[in-house]
């Protein structure tokens, strides 16, 4: 059962949190939200400068006190390898975590997805699941009709333990049949939910309860088993804690699952029919609304990824780290067999265990690394759009009245076969709306990172103690940039650091 | 003989045929490099506009924009003007003045008269004659004939009065038709105008497209006919204008100074059934009402011949001096016809038929009026039908189709080739809804004005060809 991801939050923090949830995700104006949106745009030129803000946090206060820093030439808090490949400690292979083995495994998270609560009956944990339409947030703003479970997509996440009887009780309100398929289990035939191979479907309004006792522990998930019905949106996480945590521990256990789907303009049905994509979610959302996975510096930090694209996999990038591959979906890996990568290639229905030591501060990107995924919708970058001082708002301001086009586009860029390759014309208003830049999450972060951040694309946050503190445990008013650029202080090469400045967009 | 020997043979033969064959026009090449695809080449270029030396036609202001003619001004002059309607006018004086001819009494006839010259008296020999003096002779018209005449032309001027009135509403009726046709040439050109600016903008994003490799050579060249194609649907449009204002002009019976119309196109008529208009047609329209007046003069034109046998009675007498007796004496007579063998039946039963003919030459007219109306009432209410739902249905969903591909491209959501398409498609929809109101209008026009057009044609004489006109002398 997974906890908030900040149980010491004071109360009025949790409110807050609760709310933005209840909200869909819309952050609720706190004072931090506002000052983060009031200050987000690109600063003028007039505003350019090369120094930096003043100092926030405690950087004496970066670090918890004790910890461990050198493995055998692996550094927990600083970008390193290691002194051999052979090592158990190379790239922090078998590095644990900070928090102590005593206060249980660190909770299962996915953001932006609930959990799903249970009860115990004669022993038995009883789950409901209910097979329903959803009207899911994207965007801000962009509410798509797609299927899920109880309300949500992904659906609401399931965890048990090792060993446990588990009963679900799934309930089919959609008004076509459908069936469940507890994906990976080795459960008996009669509740695989194989669609009529092995059961008869559950009937609009009906419902059908499923009953397990779980010998395997690992990264599952639940999805309906008619085809259009995946492509839909029907999945959820169904993790299965193993009955002693596996070995080292972590401090930080993230779920994602990336899923792709056609939703054509002016619509909001996916069309699962369709064999490309224009729209790419990670728990439901796609960037920058996708929630930054927020840990400490030298922090062991697990992100399991599923892929349950329709047909496209995903080469899955992290950038300032090397994790190493510690499982999929059948089972945990042994660790001789664990890889070291930066990119990890996700199959339609496979998951990945995915651990590193958070020793590279800053807001890192994580992505799926084919381009057709690293935006919502591409489009062809032709029009006014690319036309100088033209804009598409003069179409709009007269359909009766078609603006004049020069017969030759005045960009000197055009005299390079190939140009332009960047993709003009962001919703800036939508960018820079209070439900992107006013998260907690993103607190601090550098001015203008929702143009960075398009599809399959999440930031992975990595911060000393002090200023995980500000950005997630305390209300106090939080500078857009103040964060990052405290880092590069701290880090990187302040002398050599140019802030954020206007950036151009159609 | 072996295969490749056989298809030699075919091909030398389809040679010979090509040959002989009609030359085809050989266009000049296009340039075209040598090699593309094997490195970089510019895409073709977007052609230039057509050069000065096809500008002929082109108003001597240049684009200053003339004088504005509203219907009614073109109407007042066209009635001041015409010369059909003069011409209208003419005939009835003419049939007034046949009338009056017609009724005009004999006038008498004075002889000197000698007659005996010569002849001896006793007195004397050779006297200038028995009888020297003047006769008066006076033909006495009977049975009416010259009422009967002059009634008759009487009627034929009434004919040629509703044959006047028909010339007014061809003389009005073209006014409008041609006042809307130069309304529609406006607005088809200004649509037109709009359209050429798509096609520019469409051919400039096929060059766009080509640098980002997402067009072919062949696929520009497109954008580039389509391009041209537009620029001279726009010269045709601007010639059709100017033809069309012309030919206002010339209805109007005086030269006007170039310029445009101002109005709307659309219909004001609140439409009817079939049946109405057909009944007002066949009670209204003054065609019917010539062929009617015509009856009534054939009709009279039988009473006419029927006393046409009756004999006028011929009076003579004079006074003179008889030469012989040395005295003087007088002379008097009376003449007439005697109608044993004609009666005039030949004229009268040609009367009579003519009078028939014209009766079925009414039915004639009537059911051609029913034919023409049926005709121009399902045009008529095709292009009603197709001009309400263009504005209630397919123009404001071309717009919003248009619009909404515009937000989708904005929100970088639909590529600019498919907006272009929408706002093609938007564009060609209003050229069709010219069209559909013209038609509309056109239709409204000639079935509110009795089906009757042609405002140049000549003004109808009110006596058919091959009409009964016996004598020089109109009776």
């Known amino acids: 059962m997974s906890t908030p991801q900040n149980s010491n939050r004071p109360p009025r923090r949790e409110f807050f949190r609760t709310s933005a949830l ?103 944990k009883e789950f409901h699941l209910h097979a329903t339409p959803v009207e899911a947030d994207f ?90 019905q995946e492509a839909f949106g029907m999945v959820g996480w169904f993790i299965v804690h193993p009955r002693s945590d596996w070995d080292p521990p972590v401090d930080r256990d993230f779920g994602l699952i990336f899923q792709n789907f056609f939703i054509e303009p002016t ?37 399991r990824i599923l892929n349950f694209s329709p047909m496209q996999h995903h080469p899955i990038h992290l950038h300032g780290h090397t994790f190493w591959v510690t499982g999929h979906e059948g089972a945990r890996t042994p660790k001789s067999a664990w890889i070291p990568r930066n990119t990890e290639l996700i199959a339609v229905a496979q998951a990945a265990e995915l651990e590193f030591i958070a020793n590279n501060p800053g807001d890192w990107m994580m992505h799926c690394h084919m381009v057709h995924h690293m935006m919502n919708h591409m489009t062809k970058q032709v029009g006014p759009r690319v036309r100088p001082g033209q804009s598409v708002d003069a179409y709009l301001k007269d359909l009766d009245r078609v603006p004049e086009a020069a017969l030759r586009n005045t960009d000197p860029g055009f005299a390079v076969p190939g140009y332009p390759q960047d993709m003009q014309g962001m919703n800036m208003g939508m960018m820079m709306s209070d439900a992107i830049v006013g998260r907690r999450e993103t607190l601090g972060m550098r001015k203008g990172w929702p143009m960075a951040l398009m599809g399959l694309m999440l930031a992975v946050r990595v911060l000393p103690e002090d200023l995980y503190h500000l950005v997630m445990e305390t209300d106090e008013h939080v500078e857009p940039g103040s964060v990052f650029e405290e880092i590069v202080r701290r880090f990187g090469d302040p002398s050599d650091y140019t802030p954020a400045i206007r950036m151009s967009h159609g | 003989m072996p295969r490749f020997l056989h298809v030699a043979k075919l091909a030398l033969f389809a040679t010979a045929a090509g040959a002989a064959a009609q030359e085809q026009l050989a266009p000049p090449a296009a340039l075209r490099p040598s090699a593309p695809g094997k490195s970089f080449t510019a895409p073709p ?79 004397d020999t050779d006297t200038p004659g028995e009888f020297h003096g003047g006769v008066l002779e006076q033909r006495f018209v009977t049975a009416g004939k010259l009422r009967l005449s002059r009634e008759k032309y009487l009627r034929r001027a009434h004919v040629s009065e509703h044959l006047a009135t028909a010339q007014q509403f061809r003389v009005c009726n073209d006014v409008r038709l041609h006042f809307y046709r130069a309304l529609a040439a ?73 310029g445009r119309v101002k109005g709307s196109l659309t219909p004001e008529r609140e439409p009817a059934s079939f049946d109405a208009e057909l009944g007002r047609l066949l009670a209204n329209s003054p065609e019917v009402a010539a062929a009617r007046a015509k009856l009534a003069v054939d009709r009279m034109t039988v009473q006419r011949e029927r006393v046409e046998w009756t004999p006028d009675i011929v009076a003579r007498g004079g006074a003179g001096y008889n030469f012989e007796s040395g005295e003087t004496v007088a002379v008097a007579g009376v003449a007439l016809e005697v109608p044993i063998y004609d009666r005039n039946q030949g004229t009268i039963r040609q009367a009579q038929a003519d009078y028939a003919r014209q009766q079925q030459e009414v039915r004639r007219i009537e059911f051609q009026l029913q034919n023409r109306l049926a005709t121009a009432y399902q045009q008529y209410l095709t292009a009603l039908q197709h001009a309400h739902e263009y504005e209630r249905v397919i123009l404001p969903e071309s717009k919003a189709a248009y619009a909404e591909l515009l937000e989708s491209y904005k929100r970088d959501r639909v590529d600019w080739s498919d907006v272009l398409m929408a706002q093609h498609d938007y564009f060609d929809a209003k050229l069709t809804q010219v069209e559909n109101l013209l038609e509309a209008r056109t239709h409204e026009v000639l079935i509110a004005g009795y089906l009757l057009h042609d405002g140049l044609m000549a003004a109808e004489d009110a006596t058919p060809p091959g009409h009964i006109d016996a004598t020089p002398r109109p009776r």
């Open chain 1, 22 to 124: 209840a909200a869909g995700g819309a952050l609720a104006a706190t004072s931090a939200g506002m000052a983060q949106h009031s200050g987000h745009g690109m600063p003028d030129d007039g505003e350019r400068r090369h120094e930096l803000p003043k100092p926030v946090g405690d950087p004496s206060a970066g670090r918890p006190a004790g910890a461990q820093d050198e493995y055998e030439g692996f550094h927990r808090f600083a970008p390193s390898r290691g002194n051999s490949p052979d090592s158990d400690f190379y790239l922090g292979k078998l590095v644990p975590g900070l928090r102590d083995p005593a206060a249980g495994r660190a909770p299962f998270v996915a953001p932006d997805v609930p959990s799903l609560p249970y009860e115990i009956k004669d022993g038995v």
């Open chain 1, 139 to 228: 965007l801000p703003g962009y509410k798509m009709n797609v299927y899920g479970y109880n309300g949500s997509l992904p659906g609401p996440t399931i965890e048990v333990t090792q060993g446990d009887r588990v009963r679900v009780i799934v309930t089919n309100d959609l008004p076509e049949e459908t069936f469940m398929h507890w994906h990976g289990f080795e459960c008996g035939i009669q509740y695989d939910g194989a669609a009529s191979l092995v059961q008869n479907p559950i009937k609009p309004g009906e419902s059908f309860r499923y009953e397990f006792t779980f010998h395997e522990e690992g990264t599952f998930f639940y999805h309906s088993h008619v085809a259009m």
């Open chain 1, 267 to 303: 619509q909001t049905v996916a069309d699962s029919w369709r064999m490309d994509w224009n729209w790419h979610t990670i728990n439901g959302r796609s960037a920058p609304y996708i929630s930054p996975l927020v840990v400490k510096h030298g922090e062991r930090v697990r992100i």
């Open chain 2, 45 to 123: 270029a977007i052609p230039p506009a057509p050069g000065e030396e096809l500008k002929i036609d082109v108003p001597q202001e240049g684009d200053a924009v003339g004088p504005v003619y509203a219907l009614d001004e073109l109407l007042t002059l066209a009635a001041q003007n015409n010369p059909t309607l003069r011409q209208a006018q003419l005939h009835i004086s003419a049939d007034l003045a046949k009338a009056q001819q017609a009724g005009l009494y004999p006038n008498p006839v004075f002889t000197y008269q000698a007659e005996q010259i010569g002849v001896d008296s006793e007195t």
């Open chain 2, 186 to 258: 406006g607005e088809t050109l200004a649509v037109r105008r709009e359209l050429l600016k798509s096609a520019e903008d469409a051919a400039v994003t096929s060059q766009e497209a080509y640098n980002m490799g997402q067009a072919r050579r062949p696929e520009v060249r497109r954008a580039n006919i389509t391009l041209q194609r537009a620029r001279l649907d726009l010269l045709s449009a601007e010639n059709a204008q100017r033809e069309s204002f012309r030919a206002l002009t010339s209805l109007v019976g005086v030269t006007l100074a170039e």
